[in-house]
């Protein structure tokens, strides 16, 4: 079933509450694939209804990023949520999402000032809102979300704890294609050579899994391990190499606790992302 309104969606919901039923939340820009039709699924098996939702959030990207060139596909995303097992689909047009003398801004000061924060300024303002309105538009009691875009995790955890929004935030993994890229809407970007280009970026995250495996706790050097592997494809700019705090995204020196180490890069015009979580107690 497909939703455009803010109005219908907030009667169904409230019906299936009277019922007693739990809901599940998957929010998602479309162009759908099997990154996000895991964490549907996981979804699924965890409520007793499962709303999706499809939104290309105007307010999330810069003005000289992809808005408008974002894939869209709502009838092929409909088909993959329904066979997902969703109950429904909210896919709004931004005249109902956003008033033209909105006034409000939501926005997590610290953890958004670093990683991609700092490279897309204003970007985590407009998840912040859009995820904030969303959450209040399905009340949902789980929402899922892909470690994928870790930094975004990380900044909607401590928005719903800062905000006392009454909702469990689900961190999901990372799906990848068979030969390790991440899958990724913007994956559709890429040309023939690029797509092969690309992954650069899982190898570079595998070399550093590798020196990890041998010992190696200084950032510095394994940030390096992982440039000098970028650098070996002439399709592949960083964008930043970074070794952080899972929690706070505070950039360590020695790898003694948790640490989230992210990636962008662009691949020609393209910018990707990637990263791992290491804990200290597998190794
Ligand atoms: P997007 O449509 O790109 O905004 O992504 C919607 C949700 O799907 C976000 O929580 C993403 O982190 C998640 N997601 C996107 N790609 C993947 C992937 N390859 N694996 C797991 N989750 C993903």
Redesign the pocket.
Known sequence: MLVKEIKELRSLIKSWKREGLSVGF???????????E??IKKAVLENDKVVVSVFVNPTQFGPNEDYDSYPRDINKDLALCLNAGAALVFNPEPSEMYFDNKATTVSVSSLTSVLCGAKRPGHFDGVCLVVSKLLNIVTPDKA??????AQ??AVLKRMVRDLNIDVEIVA?????EEDGL????RNTYLSKDERQAALILSKSLERAKDSLKNGERNATKLKEVIKAELSKEPLAKIDYVEIVDSDSLENVETIEKNVLIPIAVYIGKTRLIDNFTFKIYTY
Do not use: N, W
């Open positions: 998957v929010p998602t820009m479309g162009a759908l694939h099997k990154g996000h895991s964490l899922y979300f892909g470690e994928k875009d975004q995790v999901c993994s990372i799906i990848r991440a899958k990724s809407s």
